[in-house]
């Protein structure tokens, strides 16, 4: 059974940077698309980016389009997102799922999730 393990967040300065990073173990990520999604308190969670197995496509959301980079490297078994420019209402949970047919944005197509790392950007 593939787990995931999301870490890196933390407290930012509006403006700042941040490296999240999620970590597979009990499976080879390589056969998995990784989205990375967040949730805010009250709201629905998102998806924000996508890469596939290959890393030869990814997505973003457009709120987040130029700011943040998806990368991932299969040798270390991890995905990362690269957050840039950070503002106060990227402050969520952040979180990074598995699933091995394509990318999706939606939620309910990943079955295997981490459990969440916290970013919080405030002055």
């Known amino acids: 059974q593939l787990q995931l393990v999301e870490s890196g967040g933390g407290l930012v300065q509006p403006g700042g940077s941040l490296r999240l990073s999620c970590a597979a173990s009990?499976?080879?990520?390589?056969?998995?698309?990784i989205g990375w999604f967040r949730q805010a308190p009250g709201k629905e969670r998102e998806g924000l980016s996508c890469?596939?197995?290959?890393?030869?496509?990814?997505y973003y959301t457009d709120s987040v389009k130029g700011r943040f980079t998806i990368s991932r490297d299969n040798a270390k078994n991890t995905v990362y997102l690269q957050m840039n420019n950070l503002k106060p209402e990227d402050t969520a949970s952040y979180y990074c799922a598995a699933r091995r047919s394509s990318c999706s944005s939606f939620r309910s197509a990943f079955r295997s999730w981490g459990q969440g790392t916290q970013v919080t950007v405030s002055s």
């Open positions: 890469i596939s197995t290959s890393a030869v496509s990814t």
């Open positions: 009990g499976g080879t990520l390589d056969d998995y698309f």
